[in-house]
């Protein structure tokens, strides 16, 4: 993979004006956060304590505890506390306690008042919610508490909170029900990305496609993951095919078989939370058209699109339709390997439109999103500190 962009075709954000939900020019606060610069509390001196509901596992994935890890991580760096409550799950729990210590693993998805005894005696400061299996009842009691921050990509439900996340680029199009004090921040300018994704370099654009990164998901994908390898392997010439496999995907035995079934060089990686380094050394992905393609958006990395699941189908159109991420097909689609090849062969040997697709792709994410929202959130907490805890 070259080093310097050959033949004037490096990229960077440079489309961001012209793509639908594109974020503007960072303010000095937030470069100033990203940068790593030690920061005061939001609001004052002394610390909020921020709470997570949230969940993860084979059946539901990553991307609730994804999304809740980038909004932790930037409240941290924001001088802030935070606790996760979570049903058990021994991965879960590992990627949890790698940012906080303060882990209550319980099944509040089965038995909310254990869960609301626990978090009013934590007394937060405020509470993220970021599941689908959280009932309205049930954030309604935990606004009771302190203030709300639902992270939601659906809107099937109503949302009785004080904010609404929803970092899909098609979030606008949503309709979702809310009070009239509940304030939506909808957008890519909110996409919830590891605060590391923020303000990378420009990265090189090979001239032509060595090294192709599979990753479609933490959920269970076989058959899709073998399609996606397979159409790879089928495109490139003597590369190197990085696969990210999800700690809940394929047994180890059948990756292995689809590794060794190349005539390229696959390396599966399995297990592996944080694919940044991937990213940025992958000259074109395949990819879900979850929470990974904001991040290889934000990395500059070219990416085709496989809908793992109908709450993607949002974002994969509107990537689609912006040229920034064609969209190929859904998992389980019989002629997934066919679409994805066709797709791979028209840009292995096309590196200018690569560069036009990662810097469209670029248009809608710069990675700030987190601390945007963190922010917020801390701003919230502030706001309502003087309150007696349990009181509205």
């Known amino acids: 993979m070259s080093v310097d962009p050959p033949r004037g075709h490096g990229t960077r954000a440079r489309a961001a004006a012209c793509v639908p939900g594109a974020s503007a020019a960072p303010s000095a606060r937030e470069s100033n956060t990203m940068s790593g610069e030690a920061r005061a509390p939001v609001g004052g001196a002394r610390a909020a304590h921020v709470a997570f509901v949230t969940e993860g596992g084979a059946d539901v994935g990553l991307g609730h505890v994804s ?6 991580r930037a409240a941290l760096g924001e001088g802030a506390r935070v606790t996760f409550v979570s049903p058990p799950d021994p991965r879960v729990a590992e990627l949890l306690r790698a940012v906080s210590e303060s882990v209550i693993e319980q099944p509040w998805p089965t038995d909310p008042a254990r869960a609301l005894d626990a978090l009013r005696v934590l007394r937060t400061g405020a509470i993220v919610v ?6 309205p009842d049930f954030l309604s009691a935990l606004r009771e508490l302190a203030p709300v921050l ?9 949302l009785p909170v004080d904010v609404v996340v929803n970092g899909g680029a098609a979030a606008d199009s949503l309709p979702y029900r809310r009070g009239a004090d509940t304030e939506l921040l909808l957008g890519s300018r909110y996409a919830l990305l590891d605060p590391r994704f923020a303000d990378l370099p420009p990265r090189a654009i090979a001239e032509r496609a060595a090294r192709l990164l599979v990753t479609l998901g933490g959920g269970l994908s076989a058959v899709d993951l073998e399609a996606a390898v397979g159409a ?27 590794a060794q079934t190349g005539r390229n060089r696959v390396t599966i990686h399995r297990g592996r939370f944080g694919l940044l380094e991937l990213m940025r050394a992958a000259d074109l992905a395949v990819t879900g058209a979850g929470m990974t393609l904001y991040e290889l958006s934000a990395a500059g990395t070219p990416a085709i699109t496989v809908c793992m699941a109908d709450n993607q189908r949002p974002n994969a159109g509107a990537f689609d339709r912006a040229g920034a991420a064609p969209w190929v097909g859904c998992a389980g689609d019989t002629g997934l390997r066919a679409a994805i090849e066709q797709a791979l ?11 036009a697709m990662a810097e469209r792709a670029h248009g809608f994410v710069d990675g ?13 907490a502030a706001s309502r500190r003087k309150e007696p805890c349990g009181t509205r």
Not at 67 to 72: E, F, K, Q, S, T
Not at 150 to 158: G, N
Not at 246 to 252: D, H, L, V
Not at 345 to 355: I, Y
């Open 67 to 72: 999304r809740c890890l980038a909004i932790a």
């Open 130 to 135: 970021d599941s689908y299996k959280a009932t």
């Open 150 to 158: 639902a992270v939601d990509d659906t809107a099937e439900r109503p």
């Open 232 to 258: 790879a392997d089928a495109v490139l010439e003597a590369g190197t095919i990085d696969v990210a496999a999800g700690p809940y995907s394929a047994s180890a035995r059948d990756l292995e078989a689809i």
């Open 345 to 355: 062969q028209k840009l292995v040997d096309a590196p200018a439109a690569r560069a």
């Open 368 to 380: 700030r999103g987190a601390v945007r929202v963190a922010q917020r959130l801390l701003r919230l």
